[in-house]
């Protein structure tokens, strides 16, 4: 497979897509994005992801890997300078639990913000704030104190997962008009953010926020309406 054309299907506003850019960017990997009209999906993609018939789908050569994290975990299995995933098998489950914590517990605790009424929301915020304390915590005084990045030195699986998502958390901020993370509230979780976004990779792969604003409203919109 060494040598092999890499091709991704992607719609340009995915976070997951996007985890999936990122980590080929940090590795320097070459490949072909192919944007797919979710409201028309392409023959290639229905025979590539025949289960959930979702992006992101990469194709190397001629198999297809669908899945974020396990395209993430391909990628970094095949291509293994830059290391995304600890080598260390204990870090390793550390890893992936928080990442099974911000794709099960975190993100769906946000999502219910969004699809809340004015009377519920306090009560939603206040549940996202309570989870995601845990990541602080986990930055302050826990497995992750002192790093730059959950990864350590550089940019990891988790940063990827995590990272990636939180522009959209921005996004549903400004459309909402509410600040529930803040850097009173969240130092650590804040600082860390603010690396992230320093990135030159980061800032390649994540689109304009006001692009990602109008979108955020359109969604809203179709969901209230």
């Known amino acids: 497979m060494e040598g092999a054309p890499l091709k991704l299907h992607g719609m340009w506003a995915s976070f997951y897509v996007h985890r999936v850019q990122l980590?080929?960017?940090?590795?320097?990997?070459?490949?072909?994005?192919?944007?797919?009209?979710?409201s028309n999906k392409s023959r290639a993609l229905l025979l590539q992801n025949p289960?959930?018939?979702?992006?992101?789908?990469?194709l190397h050569g001629d198999r297809p890997i669908a899945e974020s994290t396990i395209i993430i975990e391909y990628i970094d299995e095949f291509w293994r300078e830059k290391p995304i995933l600890p080598t260390d098998p204990y870090e390793?489950?550390?890893?992936?639990?928080?990442?099974?914590?911000v794709d099960d517990t975190?993100?769906?605790?946000?999502g219910a913000i969004l699809r809340s009424s004015a009377e519920g929301q306090g009560a939603a915020v206040d549940n996202f704030c309570q989870n995601l304390e845990f990541l602080?915590?986990?930055l302050r005084d826990g497995f992750f104190k002192g790093r730059k990045f959950f990864g350590g030195g550089r940019i990891g699986l988790l940063d990827i997962v995590m990272g990636c998502g939180l522009y959209w958390n921005s996004a549903s901020e400004d459309v909402l008009g509410l600040k529930i993370i803040d850097q009173e509230s969240f130092p650590f979780f804040t600082?860390?953010?603010e690396s992230f976004?320093?990135?030159k990779e980061v800032k390649e792969v994540i689109p304009p926020t006001e692009k990602l604003v109008e979108y955020v409203k359109g969604l809203l919109q179709k969901m209230f309406n």
Request: charged fraction near 30%; proline fraction near 4%; hydrophobic fraction near 45%.
């Open 51 to 58: 289960v959930h018939k979702k992006v992101p789908v990469l």
């Open 92 to 101: 390793r489950a550390v890893v992936r639990f928080w990442c099974h914590f």
């Open 23 to 38: 980590v080929l960017h940090l590795k320097g990997v070459e490949y072909e994005y192919i944007e797919e009209d979710l």
């Open 191 to 193: 600082s860390w953010f």
């Open 106 to 110: 975190l993100r769906p605790s946000f």
């Open 197 to 199: 976004n320093e990135a």
């Open 136 to 138: 602080e915590a986990e």
